[in-house]
């Protein structure tokens, strides 16, 4: 009898001296450390009271030698513990379960722990993910490390994906050549913002949608869509050029550019016009490429906003070594769980849930397999 946790563990790297110190088991700690998070805990103290409330549950899966670790045990643990590591273990689970999908959607993007005092580019810590849009998993994560920048991390994130057939999108903070470049050689596509500073690629793109003007769009793939509600609407409109001429070399595999324009009424006033361009190595009509650039943006509501509302994220005070990436990383497991739960009610809810039912929670932790 087991659970998929205690095989995502088995190899995880333990941090620790062999020592008459050594009382608890790696794979008992991260267990029940990611089952009291997807329980509800925020911390430590309450990582170590739900174990103790749940040693009878956990009788048959763990051995806990020595009953449950005390809080402090649990910190030292996981400011100890290779993130990238951690990381990648879990990546790699969440990975299996999208294998049967055929092209998987990976939005990549950062976000600040604003609590957390790192010396990073935001002053936080801040970690850098991979979130499969489609399947709401996380496949990815690695936070900035110290004096670093997102740019410069995000290279050793998709490194350690398998990028076989994902369609890869980025905002324009990520908008570099090195990065398309590894995404292509890594057999992946990729849709990428135009950064505005960047006024070469920029320039050569804008002079790419003047020529088609001129031309009436002859040859162009043009859609549109609407959105209305909450006395809002915003209408978003997408003019695709295959094969562009006279890009700046060094961008791998350009198969077309985008321009995407945004117009937003609120409240029947005019509130905000945008005009953004893309580049991308897929060569597909106007539709689908707007579809990949809106959902992009699932990252922000269906991780990012939900970590800060039913996980409390940005309160976070985890400082010590890699406490807050790994706990970070614990967080975005558990929320990856939970959505996929077959469970009425908010997010918050359900963790709520999972630490009064006890099958719930076996429930949840079952929902990927491991094979």
């Excluded at 957390?116 to 935001?122: A, I, L, V």
């Excluded at 292509?184 to 920029?202: F, L, S, W």
């Excluded at 959902?295 to 800060?308: M, V």
């Excluded at 509302?309 to 990383?329: C, K, T, V, Y």
Aim: proline share 4%; with cysteine; hydrophobic share 40%.
């Amino acid at each position: 009898m087991s659970i998929p946790l205690l095989a995502v563990f088995a190899d995880v790297p333990d941090p620790r001296r062999e020592t008459k110190n050594k009382l608890h088991e790696l794979v008992d700690i991260l267990t029940l450390a990611t089952c009291a998070v997807i329980a509800g805990a925020d911390g430590w103290d309450q990582v170590a009271a739900f174990g103790r409330a749940k040693q009878t549950l956990f009788a048959p899966y763990l051995r806990l030698p020595h009953g449950v670790p005390s809080p402090d045990t649990f910190e030292r643990v996981f400011a100890k513990l290779d993130p990238d590591a951690f990381a990648d273990r879990f990546g790699r689970w969440m990975a299996a379960a999208c294998e049967s999908t055929g092209l998987v959607h990976v939005a990549i993007d950062g976000k600040s722990a604003r609590r957390s005092t790192k010396n990073t580019f935001t002053g936080c810590l801040h970690l850098v993910e991979a979130w499969a849009v489609e399947n709401r998993l996380i496949l990815g994560q690695r936070s900035v490390p110290e004096g670093g920048h997102e740019i410069t991390t995000a290279p050793d994130l998709l490194g350690a994906l398998d990028l076989t057939g994902a369609v890869v999108t980025v905002d324009a903070a990520f908008c570099q050549k090195e990065l398309v470049s590894q995404i292509r050689t890594q057999g992946g596509h990729y849709v990428v913002c135009v950064k505005g500073n960047q006024k070469e690629v920029r320039g050569a793109v804008a002079e790419v949608f003047a020529r088609a003007g001129e031309d009436a769009f002859a040859g162009c793939d043009m859609g549109s869509a609407v959105e209305d509600g909450h006395g809002r609407e915003e209408e978003r409109y997408v003019t695709v050029v295959e094969d562009p001429e006279g890009l700046p070399s060094g961008w791998a595999d350009v198969g077309a550019v985008a321009l995407v324009c945004r117009e937003r009424v609120v409240n029947g006033k005019p509130n905000e016009s945008t005009a953004h361009y893309y580049l991308t190595s897929l060569r597909i009509g106007a539709v689908e490429l707007a579809g990949y650039i809106r959902n992009h943006w699932g990252i922000e509501n269906g991780l990012h906003w939900c970590l800060d509302i039913a996980f409390r994220e940005d309160d976070s005070r985890a400082r010590a070594g890699h406490a807050g990436a790994n706990l970070g990383m614990i967080r975005r497991v558990a929320l990856s769980l939970l959505q996929r739960a077959d469970t009425k009610g908010s997010i918050r809810t359900r963790r709520m849930k999972a630490a009064w039912d006890d099958q719930y929670l076996l429930k949840v932790l079952k929902i990927l397999t491991t094979k």
